[in-house]
């Protein structure tokens, strides 16, 4: 600590918080932002997915 007046108390506290919430931003844009996009993009690519057979007929009704 290199302040030791009125207000060193305060700054030291908020500089504490700016160091640990910029870490913890940081390592949620590094981690978590990828993790997510990953499961969205899942989640859109299941969505896409349709039943193969429902949309064509049976072969022994077309048949007839």
């Known amino acids: 600590m290199l302040a030791s ?11 504490t918080a700016v160091v640990f919430g910029m870490t913890i931003a940081t390592l949620a844009g590094i981690f978590l932002i990828p993790v997510c996009y990953v499961f969205v993009q899942g989640l859109a690519e299941w969505g896409r997915k349709k039943p ?12 007839h």
């Open 52 to 63: 193969s057979n429902a949309a064509t007929p049976l072969p022994e009704l077309a048949a």
């Open 5 to 15: 007046g009125s207000g060193a108390a305060s700054r030291g506290v908020m500089g």
